[in-house]
């Protein structure tokens, strides 16, 4: 069993950063697979980003690649998500999930572990 916690979220001006990160309790952290997916109001939750359990490999989506940058921590079971150049479009919620599958997965319905969320907020 594996709890997140999200934290990070807030408000920033169109073009600005922010730095979420995602903290899981449990000893099995680095054997997870984890990834970033958003819900922005009257829309699905869609893939953000994802990192394998060694973090050797990662994965975007077209719509931050570039702009977000996907890493983790093993020794602090932390993964994090450094976005830059936020636009009004990435407002949304941030899940932070864990898969048990070794590498990292666009398909949310592979993770089996989700945080409660941080909203993002990113005004023009």
């Known amino acids: 069993q594996v709890q997140l916690v999200e934290s990070g979220g807030g408000l920033v001006q169109a073009g600005g950063s922010l730095r979420l990160s995602c903290a899981a309790s449990g000893r099995t952290f680095s054997s997870y697979a984890m990834g970033w997916f958003r819900q922005a109001p009257g829309k699905e939750r869609e893939f953000v980003a994802a990192i394998s359990r060694s973090g050797g490999s990662t994965y975007y989506a077209g719509a931050v690649r570039g702009r977000f940058t996907i890493s983790r921590d093993n020794a602090k079971n932390t993964v994090y998500l450094q976005m830059s150049s936020l636009k009004p479009e990435d407002t949304a919620v941030y899940y932070c999930?864990?898969?048990?599958?070794?590498?990292?997965?666009?398909?949310?319905?592979?993770?089996?572990?989700w945080g409660q969320g941080t909203q993002v907020t990113v005004s023009s």
């Open positions: 999930a864990g898969a048990t599958t070794g590498w990292g997965s666009r398909n949310q319905y592979d993770y089996s572990y």
